[in-house]
């Protein structure tokens, strides 16, 4: 959707969001964490001598955080096709936020998990007639689980925007020469962490009245090229930030300081250059996945484990997930 007073390359902005902080109260942290969500694309499959795919929807799955068993398949809302491969927890590891397909472009969904771990129905995110984003790299849940923030791919940079979950109500910043690989809340709602290439990681002050992205972050850790930089999480009392470069996972005082190194453990075989990753409500329990195995680092002693992820019934098709818990 644009405007015909929209320069050109610059997307039409979004500011029916009163207020982008997330004040409500904290949901609170269960740890450590029972449960890990799995989200993934839609299954893609050749049949023998065909040329055209055939594609199978996947839904989001509940798993067993200490097994990988597959409990539970996360149904999908109305309209929602399939899930993509995004999610985001609040740091109660019952409250998640998924990313799905539909014939218009991405929709979100809250699910909430039992103390069994099975979900609950989903609350499909309104549509409210803005622009429908198209490939989300980010996604975060605020720890009040009333907001998340997203990061959309547009012509010529990123747009980075905050939605109230029951209204849909969202306020947008635009930056015209950014990619968004990873956002995360501080605790109190008031800025939201960005990692960003070519920058770097970042803090955006969700109280500012900027429309521009860089105008409204501090840079904290600027980008060093390669390996790069992809995800980030707020530690549980919101004063300092976890990221990896690589997959060297390092902290940094949110306030500004001198980065110092937590863990860098083996990459698997295979993995890419960079780590996306996920950090439990205690912050203690960083998850990433790889191959249809769960991953976690462990980030007072530095030691991992891991376990094979349960894929239970879904299409054989489908690509090893991304995780969150």
Do not use: C
């Not at 997203?150 to 979950?165: K, Q, T, Y």
């Not at 439990?280 to 976690?296: E, V």
């Amino acid at each position: 959707m644009s405007s015909p007073m929209t320069p050109p390359g610059k997307p039409a902005l979004v500011s029916s969001l009163a207020e982008a902080s997330a004040t409500g109260a904290a949901l609170p942290v269960t740890g450590p964490p029972r449960f890990f969500v799995a989200a993934n694309l839609p299954a893609a499959r050749f049949p023998e001598g065909s040329k055209e795919a055939v594609i199978t929807p996947v839904p989001p799955s509940v798993h067993d955080a200490a097994t990988g068993r597959f409990i539970a398949a996360v149904p999908l809302p109305p309209g929602v096709e399939s899930s993509w491969k995004l999610g985001a927890a609040a740091p109660d590891n019952r409250t998640f936020l998924f990313s799905g397909t539909s014939p218009a472009g991405t929709r979100f969904f809250r699910v909430r998990l039992g103390d069994d771990g099975r979900p609950g129905a989903p609350e499909l995110v309104p549509d409210t007639g803005a622009r429908v984003p198209g490939v989300v790299p980010a996604l975060a849940l605020s720890h009040d689980g009333s907001r998340f923030a997203f990061a959309d791919l547009v012509p010529g940079g990123s747009v980075v925007s905050v939605v109230e979950v029951t209204t849909g109500r969202r306020r947008d910043w635009h930056s015209g020469d950014a990619l968004v690989t990873g956002l995360s809340w501080a605790p109190d709602g008031r800025s939201l962490a960005v990692v960003s290439s070519p920058q770097g990681l970042g803090v955006l002050d969700l109280t500012s009245p900027e429309t521009d992205l860089f105008a409204a972050t501090r840079i904290l850790r600027p980008a060093s090229g390669v390996p790069p930089m992809t995800s980030v999480a707020y530690t549980p009392d919101g004063a300092a930030l976890v990221y990896a470069v690589g997959y060297a996972v390092e902290r940094i005082p949110a306030d500004g300081g001198v980065p110092a190194l937590l863990a860098k453990p083996e990459p698997p075989k295979g993995a890419s250059l960079a780590m996306r990753f996920d950090v439990d409500g205690t912050g203690r329990h960083l998850l990433f996945t790889h191959a249809w195995r769960m991953h976690r680092l462990d980030l007072r002693d530095g030691t991992t484990s891991s376990v094979r992820i349960d894929r239970g019934d879904l299409p054989r098709g489908s690509v090893s997930p991304d995780a969150a818990w």
